[in-house]
């Protein structure tokens, strides 16, 4: 004669183990949503030899943008960067251009010497800024950057500028 196990303590084991499953999933969600990622500790080095550092940028707003002159979404949204700079430096945006490693650096002060650039631009000619912001090739790229110097959006490809202003003024009014 066969035994057979109650049916009752094997369902209540299956829902236990269903709740554990639900509550990792539960802390792994809110722990990625909640960890905001901090910048990496980078220099960038503007077109006129300038250094600036992530440290340097701290207790600012920042927007870095990753960028290539032979990129036409970039091409296209930079009238648009320009004027969303131009809007929030007074309050305290900072702005940093990272010309990619494939752009030819005369391409790039061409580019911003005709564009009238107003904001920093910096030059990533061995793609060391690119890998450390997590290997970014896809441009534009654009991250923003809260005081505490955590990535709080990116935007791959042209950023929704209603949004991206709205943020904007959340972050530099925080």
Not at 14 to 19: E, G, M, P, R
Not at 80 to 101: C, D, P, R
Not at 117 to 135: E, N
Request: charged share 20%.
């Amino acid at each position: 004669m066969q035994t057979s196990v109650p049916a009752a303590p094997k369902r209540n084991w299956l829902k236990l183990v269903a709740l554990l499953i639900v509550i990792a999933i539960a802390v792994v969600g809110y722990l990625s949503v909640s960890h905001k990622k901090v910048i990496p500790d980078v220099t960038f080095v503007n077109l006129q030899g300038k250094k600036i550092t992530s440290q340097d940028l701290r207790g600012k707003v920042v927007m870095i943008n990753f960028w290539a002159t032979s990129c036409v979404t970039c091409v296209k949204e930079m009238p648009e960067m320009i004027e969303t700079f131009k809007k929030y430096n007074a309050q305290g945006l900072e702005f940093v251009a990272v010309a990619m490693a494939y752009d030819p650096p005369n391409y790039v002060l061409n580019f911003v010497e005709t564009r009238k650039l107003p904001f920093t631009v910096a030059l990533d000619t061995q793609g060391t800024l690119a890998k450390s912001f997590g290997d970014i090739q896809l441009t534009p790229t654009t991250l923003v950057i809260d005081k505490d110097g955590h990535i709080i959006k990116k935007y791959v490809g042209e950023p929704d500028f209603p949004a991206l202003h709205q943020l904007l003024e959340k972050e530099l009014a925080a």
